[in-house]
């Protein structure tokens, strides 16, 4: 079956510091890779996907993501993050069974003033 | 508005007094799927749906029992609730054919 772990639990960034959160999968075959935001008290929204095709994703909120393949990797950038970037983030694959997603345990982002 | 919705939003109840959460889709979307929430775990599947009446077990189904009579609907039910089924659960919905999910506000749910 296949896994998904994020690293980063908990990361604490000053407004206007660039972000990378790291994604790694377990699964040799084809992936389909999303993040997700929860923000405070909210449901989880999607940020963006990778299905094919270019490898760097880019999302709502200037937020992108780069698939490195070799690497089973999907991390989520952001050049300069705001305070309203607080909130946890997600990391999901899904591998072709319908819409079964497998979820990370997610980072939890603090972006301080 | 397309949506997904949850009732209750928050719930405190008794161990073993049976309950159910429901969920209401009106995207006409295939799929549908129960999560739990639990800090420093992620989100966990419980139960998921590929269409009506075709159900089949997550990661986590101990305790739990859904049904898809219908398309829209997906209930999650506690036959019997105990105190480690406290959690924050979420419902989501999507097409088979974006891979995408859609999810509902959130149900809290405490079991004393």
């Known amino acids: 079956a296949q896994s998904v772990s994020q690293h980063n639990h908990h990361v604490i960034l000053s407004e206007a510091a660039s972000l990378e959160l790291g994604c790694n999968y377990s699964y040799g075959g084809t992936v389909n890779l999303f993040w997700y935001v929860q923000y405070p008290g909210q449901h989880l929204q999607l940020l963006l996907k990778?299905?094919?095709?270019?490898?760097l994703v880019k999302g709502i909120k200037g937020f992108e993501a780069e698939f490195i393949k070799s690497k089973f990797s999907f991390n989520l950038r952001k050049p300069s993050v705001q305070w309203s970037d607080t909130a946890e983030y997600f990391c999901a694959v899904n591998t072709g069974t319908a819409s079964k997603l497998t979820f990370g345990t997610g980072t939890r982002l603090q972006v301080t003033l | 508005e397309a949506q997904v919705t949850q009732n209750p939003r928050y719930l405190i109840t008794v161990t073993g007094k049976k309950l159910t959460v429901t969920c209401s889709q009106n995207?006409?979307?295939?799929?549908m799927s129960w999560y739990r929430q639990d800090p420093g775990l992620g989100l966990r599947q419980i139960y998921y749906s590929m269409n009506v009446e075709v159900t089949d077990k997550g990661d986590v189904p101990e305790g739990y029992k859904v049904s898809r009579k219908e398309k829209r609907n997906f209930p999650l039910i506690l036959e019997s609730p105990s105190p480690n089924q406290t959690s924050l659960y979420f419902c989501?919905?999507?097409?088979?054919?974006?891979?995408?999910?859609?999810f509902g506000p959130g149900t809290r749910l405490t079991v004393t």
């Open positions: 990778y299905f094919s095709g270019d490898p």
């Open positions: 995207m006409n979307h295939e799929y």
């Open positions: 989501a919905s999507g097409l088979h054919k974006t891979y995408e999910q859609y």
